[in-house]
């Protein structure tokens, strides 16, 4: 089975472009506009990304060099999520600390073969719910330390250090942002069947070869996620990782 770019799929897209900026307008939920860009967006972004990937899919290492720009993508795309543009470099930090040792086990143990074909589809599932892990994370993180200055500086009075202090607001919200994806490794299979699965299904793997691809990626995604998010919590807790209104307030 597969599904061949052609005016099938192009009136189909449309009508679910459709479907979506009406459901926004309707709902007043005002998503419409941005829904629509982004739709564009992913139809240019994911053709070109095609055109590169056949192009370098061949030599390993221009394959490193296409991972390796994914991944400066998602940092600067995360920090700027986050509010935090200027904290980038600690926001790499925090997603190489998940996403190197993960996608190092993987090829370790031959899991995968170190080759342009399978590095890329698996590093770019991993990076991408990363990207969302530290996004998530860090929205509900700041949005608590601005909502709850008063908690962090009564913690101070009473003799906490900054870190400390910090750490009493934040120590509730972080698991937050791993949450979506260990409901979807409990349901994968019940609910949902997600995208490593039937993308082998897709291309003609069997039942058997797509439940292990899927598994192996959603391990992975847990993994580099619960790494990713420790870090970044030790991060802002030292006052590294912060958007600058909290950088100045968050003082000791």
């Known amino acids: 089975m597969d599904i061949t770019p052609g005016l099938p799929v192009a009136i189909c897209l449309v009508i679910l472009i459709g479907v979506t900026v009406t459901a926004n307008r309707v709902a007043g939920i005002g998503l419409g506009r941005a829904a629509a860009v982004a739709g564009l967006r992913a139809i240019l972004q994911l053709g070109l990304a095609g055109l590169v990937i056949t192009a370098v899919v061949g030599s390993i290492w221009w394959s490193l060099l296409a991972v390796t720009a994914m991944f400066a993508v998602a940092v600067l795309t995360t920090a700027r999520r986050v509010e935090a543009p200027r904290s980038w470099p600690w926001a790499a930090l925090a997603m190489a600390c998940g996403v190197l040792p993960v ?39 700041f949005a608590a330390l601005r909502e709850e200055r008063g908690q962090y500086e009564a913690g101070l009075s009473i003799g906490l250090t900054a870190d400390q202090s910090i750490d009493e607001v934040i120590a509730r919200r972080v698991p937050e942002g791993l949450i979506p994806n260990i409901d979807q490794v409990r349901t994968a299979g019940v609910v949902t069947l997600p995208g490593a699965f039937i993308g082998v299904m897709l291309g003609g793997g069997t039942a058997v070869q797509a439940a292990t691809a899927q598994v192996l990626v959603l391990f992975a995604i847990m993994a580099t996620q619960s790494v990713t998010a420790g870090v970044q919590a030790r991060l802002i807790r030292a006052r590294r990782l912060l958007p600058d209104d909290l950088r100045v307030t968050l003082v000791s």
């Open 103 to 141: 996608m190092g086990i993987v090829l370790a143990t031959r899991t995968i073969p170190f080759t342009g074909i399978a590095l890329i589809p698996v590093a770019g599932i991993v990076l991408g719910n990363t990207m969302t892990a530290h996004t998530l994370v860090g929205r509900r993180v």
